[in-house]
């Protein structure tokens, strides 16, 4: 069935087409006024929130400017007062001497007091007349008199005598006496006031779109500006309260004499104590007047798209179906393209002269070819001749065929299809599967089951053949040393030697055969896969110079592996030492380390005399060996160790050019 279907759009479904678009762009026009306004008051409060923090940053620094005064002045008065404690004491003081120092320290009064609360000394004697009540001394010097404390910073405080206002401190003499400093305040205070909240809520306000600005706390307003006369007291409001208890900036919108605005607050804190509440109303007009304006272009944008829409739907109706037709067939070309690039199958489409007209991305990685240099070429040129005419003579569908690609023996299992196409011309095409990979490790698996099965052999047979063969070597050994024929005495010695030396030779393939019977089990480590290299390089190094075989190390990849150290070690010591042997007389000995994908590649490769071609897929095999006193099992317990790690071996080899051994490991 034909999974495709016509499709019409009748004439009474473009009004319903039309409204469905005409309500899609209205709402993308309210959503995005509405984010737009969104966005503005977001804005607008971290203005806020930046203005209120630079307030903070400048309220603080006034109180620390305005305490930094302040303390200078006290610590002025109380230096002064000490000098005139210590001539107090000295009793080398007098109103005279009183009056020089508050002159040249611009000094308003200096009275000293003893515990009855009567002036005793003071630097203005011509008013005194004027003294102060005793009363009023005790009520203000009770601490000093009652020996409470020595130091009083009594502050600000209104003339008694004269106007204005003044800055007072005391201390104590020894006997208990007071000593009392002030000076004339108002230019402290004018600072003060100079620099103080008011002054920077009042610049806040000369901001144009500031409505009001206060620093207020639970008690009412400490310093304001603007219009404040109906702004909600902290006490009366939840958001208010939550601002000054969180200690943390907030914003909302509001009302004012009927206009909305908003208002952001941020707690004043000092050395951890609140002082109070900033609060700024900000107008909304700016951003009343930036609303309008996008509403207005909005509306514009939306008309304008609504009848650039009605005309691109018209046009769509018109085109519906030459659309349609062109849709069907690029979704088949899509699916078609799709599913022979997902193959994981390399595809070939051949035409009836064998040149490549379409491949897939299987084919190029199998093949080795790039897509443009692969089409119109010949496939014979890759799968040979012989090959070609055996798949495309053969009736049958499916072939099995072995070849050499770009050096790599490569065994594939192609099957061929016809089919005609536009120009009425035959093509084929071929589905070719590698079965390379597989083919090695059915090789490996019957290996593998092999060796098990002649390592069982083994066992079986070496334990029975064990005994024997030590009772016999005891024998011969007893025979030789108690028992000496008449006749021939030489050469019955020499017998029982070789006996005994041939009996312990056997004994020693047999410890052999029970090693490969019952291997130890795999103990993986992480390790350094250089400080292997370097651990056979070392060993070897001083054997090959001897034999004149230069050792080479080619590592293109060093990290942490995985491994049964001393297994792999024995792997590559069993290589090296077949390499040495197939050396004759001079030549080198390669190991090679990469990395491909999670797999360690280890490549041993040697100059010497190669191996014949017939006997490469025989060298695996248990107790086949063509050294003379070769025991054959050597690459059976390399092909044991490299399966134990879930990895491969491979050989290349060519006569009388040498041997490469390719050993493939996961790293973990």
């Not at 130091?151 to 009392?180: C, H, M, P, W």
């Not at 393939?509 to 480590?525: A, D, M, W």
Request: charged share 25%; aromatic share 8%; glycine share 4%.
């Amino acid at each position: 069935m034909n999974i495709f279907n016509n499709i019409s759009i009748r004439p009474r479904f473009l009004l319903l087409i039309f409204i469905a678009v005409a309500t899609l762009v209205i709402s993308s026009a309210y959503y995005e006024l509405k984010e737009s306004e969104k966005e503005m008051l977001q804005l607008m409060s971290n203005e806020a929130q930046s203005l209120l923090e630079t307030v903070l940053v400048s309220s603080q620094e006034v109180l620390y400017a305005s305490n930094e005064v302040e303390e200078e002045i006290q610590k002025r008065l109380l230096n002064n007062a000490n000098i005139i404690k210590i001539l107090l004491e000295n009793k080398s003081i007098n109103n005279t001497i009183l009056e020089r120092i508050a002159t040249e320290n611009e000094i308003n009064r200096i009275n000293i007091f003893n515990k009855n609360a009567e002036k005793i000394f003071s630097n203005n004697v011509k008013n005194q007349y004027k003294d102060v009540p005793a009363e009023y001394v005790k009520n203000n010097l009770l601490p000093i008199f009652n020996d409470e404390s020595d130091t009083l910073i009594i502050g600000f405080k209104k003339s008694r005598a004269e106007q204005g206002v003044r800055y007072v401190v005391a201390i104590a003499s020894n006997n208990n006496d007071a000593i009392v400093l002030n000076l004339d305040a108002e230019k402290l205070l004018e600072f003060k006031q100079r620099i103080g909240f008011g002054v920077l809520i009042k610049r806040l306000t000369e901001n144009k779109g500031v409505i009001y600005a206060a620093l207020e706390n639970y008690e009412g307003i400490l310093a304001a500006s603007g219009l404040i006369e109906n702004i909600d007291a902290i006490n009366e409001t939840p958001f208010l309260l939550n601002a000054i208890n969180d200690s943390t900036y907030a914003w909302r919108i509001t009302e004012l004499d009927n206009e909305e605005y908003l208002e952001a607050v941020y707690p004043f804190t000092l050395e951890g104590n609140i002082i109070g509440l900033y609060r700024i109303g900000l107008s909304l007009e700016p951003l009343n007047l930036i609303n309008k304006r996008l509403s207005r272009r909005i509306i514009v944008i939306t008309i304008i798209l609504f009848l650039f829409g009605s005309v691109m739907l018209t046009l769509l109706f018109v085109r519906q179906n030459l659309a349609i037709v062109k849709k069907q067939y690029q979704t088949i070309e899509t699916y078609s393209n799709k599913l022979i690039k997902s193959v994981s199958d390399a595809i070939v489409v051949i035409d009836n002269k064998y040149q490549v007209k379409e491949i897939n991305e299987a084919a190029t990685i199998l093949f080795g070819w790039q897509y443009e240099n692969a089409i119109g070429s010949k496939i014979c040129s890759i799968l040979s001749d012989d090959n070609c005419n055996e798949i495309f003579s053969d009736i049958t569908a499916m072939k099995q065929i072995t070849c050499s690609i770009k050096g790599h023996q490569k065994h594939l299992l192609i099957s061929k299809s016809t089919f005609i196409d536009e120009k009425e011309v035959e093509n084929v095409v071929l589905i070719i599967k590698d079965l390379t990979e597989i083919k090695k490790l059915e090789r490996q698996i019957a290996r593998s089951e092999q060796m098990n099965a002649m390592g069982q052999l083994a066992s079986g047979v070496a334990h029975e053949i064990r005994n024997p063969l030590n009772s016999i070597a005891t024998i011969v050994q007893q025979l030789d040393k108690d028992f000496e024929p008449v006749e021939n005495k030489d050469e019955y010695h020499s017998l029982a030697k070789i006996v005994y030396k041939e009996v312990r030779r056997m004994n020693n393939t047999i410890q052999n055969f029970l090693r490969f019977s019952k291997p130890e089990p795999v103990v993986k480590k992480r390790f350094q896969l250089s400080e292997l290299i370097r651990s056979v390089e070392k060993q070897y190094k001083t054997l090959m110079k001897e034999k004149s075989i230069e050792l080479i190390i080619e590592q293109k990849w060093d990290g942490m592996v995985n491994w049964d150290n001393d297994k792999i070690k024995q792997v590559l010591i069993n290589l090296i030492q077949n390499s040495i042997v197939a050396i004759e007389k001079s030549g080198e000995v390669k190991i090679k380390t990469s990395k491909e994908k999670n797999n360690i590649v280890i490549e041993v490769s040697d100059t010497g005399s190669g191996i014949a071609k017939e006997n490469i897929q025989r060298i695996f095999n248990l107790y086949y060996t063509t050294k003379a006193t070769g025991t054959g099992i050597g690459l059976g317990i390399i092909q044991r160790i490299i399966n134990e790690h879930d990895g491969t071996v491979t050989v290349k080899s060519e006569v009388n050019k040498g041997t490469s051994f390719i050993i493939t490991i996961p790293q973990n």
